[in-house]
């Protein structure tokens, strides 16, 4: 489990950008944040993973506060963590199959990862998640030369890499056509579904959210004005975190 209790981030001393955020994420769910610009979904998530440091609270994986833990453990607790971005983080010039073996890096030793040295055994599993993904044709090809959603779904399996137990998502889908959109997010919800990972997702879209989350927490200026399951987003509640 994934929980967050009372967690306040501040950018200077006048505006906060969460508020005692609290709230518990279960394992093998669909958990999608809504709100409108600026409410703190991408500092939630950023915090969740420690890529931004928050000013207090707890932030619990498996019961851990991963907010005490010193610059060791904490590489360790990211390779339970896999993250997905907005602009895909990918590099381009580099081919499908090399940005997908990225993901092993956080494991490696340093040399390995400098050397880009990779063990026959993990270049057959990146080949099998870019499979997965339905994009063994372009193994071999730069990422420049992809759509978007193929290079969304190139950095999910790199994501994949890790063999996490948390996926956090910013956003993946806000460039996206319609199709795309909807492939991107079918693959997240078989993840939670087959692999019983828990998916943590920030969305503009709330017709998305509606369809794909069993888990809807609602942010407006930093604090948590909805908490509950897609079901109990009705229109009074939609008016609550954007009106």
């Known amino acids: ?16 950008s969460l508020k005692d955020i609290s709230m518990e994420i279960e394992k093998g769910e669909i958990t999608v944040i809504i709100g409108p610009s600026g409410a703190g979904k991408t500092t939630l998530l950023r915090s969740l993973n420690q890529l931004i440091k928050d000013d207090q609270g707890e932030i619990l ?55 880009s040295i990779y063990s026959d055994k993990e270049q057959q599993e990146a080949l099998a998640l870019i499979k997965e993904m339905g994009l063994e044709e372009f193994a071999f090809k730069q990422c420049k030369d992809l759509s978007g959603g193929q290079k969304q779904r190139v950095g999910i399996a790199r994501a994949l890499m890790k063999h996490p137990q948390i996926i956090l998502c910013d956003e ?43 888990h809807i927490i ?21 008016r609550t975190i954007y009106d």
């Open 1 to 16: 489990m994934l929980a967050v209790n009372e967690l306040s981030k501040s950018y200077d001393q006048e505006a906060m």
């Open 172 to 214: 993946p889908v806000a460039s996206l056509d319609p199709k795309s959109a909807t492939l991107v997010m079918d693959i997240l919800r078989s993840l939670a579904i087959e692999k019983k990972m828990t998916i943590v997702v920030t969305l503009h879209q709330v017709e998305l959210a509606k369809e794909y989350a069993d």
């Open 218 to 238: 609602g942010l407006r200026a930093g604090s948590v004005v909805f908490d509950g399951p897609s079901s109990a987003l009705d229109v009074a509640a939609i």
């Open 61 to 115: 994986i498996d019961g851990l506060d991963v907010r005490t833990l010193n610059r060791s453990k904490m590489r360790q607790m990211r390779r339970k963590i896999g993250m997905v971005f907005q602009n895909y983080n990918l590099i381009e010039p580099l081919t499908v199959l090399e940005n997908v073996l990225h993901g092993t890096l956080g494991g490696k030793p340093t040399l390995l990862g400098i050397l």
